[in-house]
């Protein structure tokens, strides 16, 4: 294992949006065994101090590798396209518009079926926003469009967060 090594490298997986989350699963645990701070016991405290910041090295790795939106603003970071979501919230026009119409079908939802429909349009929405992160960073090699599409994501999701809190305060 190689520090210097990015996430990528490290789980020994292609650089690429496209993941298998149960290889990502097996490798994460095979890394684990091989890093783990009791298995260097015998080598001294010194040792177990390595051990555990590898410990750490692979469980951020894995945490950004498995979860798509953390691993596509990994890989266009990787590739010089940051997406910079503090300072750059510029989206384009359709965007804006379905945000708005969602933020008010949600003010006027009153009833869990309407949240529920709700849920359904924004998952639909972050579903086919997934699908074109991945045609973006994997056969267009476009990192600059996957840093737009990442940074709507981050609002659909964002959003999808909330309506999952509303439907939650009405089912109790």
Known sequence: ?????????????????????????????????????DKF??????????????????????????????????????????????????MPTDFLMQQMHWREALDEAKTLQNMEDIASEVNKDEREQLSKIEQSLDINKDFSQA???VRSLMFIERFASEVDARIDQLGQ
């Open 147 to 149: 840093a737009q599409q």
């Open 41 to 90: 016991a015998a080598q001294g405290a010194a040792a177990q101090r390595v051990a555990m910041q590898w410990s750490v090295r692979i469980n951020e790795a894995y945490q950004r590798l498995k979860n798509p939106l953390k691993r596509a603003s990994y890989l266009c970071e990787l590739h010089g396209a940051p997406i910079n979501a503090e300072h750059n919230t510029a």
């Open 1 to 37: 294992m190689n520090l210097q090594s990015n996430d990528f490298e490290l789980f020994g997986v292609p650089v690429q949006f496209a993941q298998d989350s149960a290889a990502l699963d097996a490798r994460w645990k095979a890394l684990q065994r091989e890093a783990h701070p």
